[in-house]
């Protein structure tokens, strides 16, 4: 079983954070309270349209790949022990080559990318700032 990445506990304590936020802000609006208007600067609203929220938010996507590595093939001539050290220092090298590509090539989260998020009174704005490419 592949040991978890540090990074997978940070996310879970931020989707922690983010679920208490969430049902603070239910308890609030089911309690009665309201929204408070806030200011979107760069996010053009309808007339009569209010923003109640603007979040800064983080965009990844988990799947997995294909991964391609070089395999180490020296020609090593002398005496038997350097060939046999040549030889397995190149066994060595390659299985570690082909360890850290199946590592690489599992499910993972991938792709993070900043995204902003405002949610006016009659629809939902998400903009990101994802660069596409290679």
């Known amino acids: 079983m592949p040991h978890p990445h540090p990074a997978d506990d940070h996310l879970r304590a931020l989707h922690q954070q983010g679920w208490e936020a969430a049902c603070s802000l239910h308890r609030h609006l089911a309690n009665g309270g309201e929204l408070a208007p806030i200011a979107t600067p760069g996010v053009l609203l309808e007339p009569g349209e209010t923003a109640y929220g603007d979040v800064a938010a983080h965009y990844a996507r988990f799947y997995a790949t294909n991964v391609t590595y070089n395999e180490r093939s020296g020609f090593y001539f002398g005496s038997p022990l350097f060939v046999a050290a040549g030889l397995v220092g190149d ?3 390659n299985s570690t080559a082909r360890s850290r590509a199946q590592a690489m090539a599992q499910a993972q989260w991938r792709d993070f990318s900043p995204a902003a998020r405002s949610s006016p009174t009659a629809a939902c704005c998400c903009t990101s700032r ?3 490419g290679g």
């Open 91 to 93: 066994a060595v090298a």
């Open 130 to 132: 994802r660069r596409t």
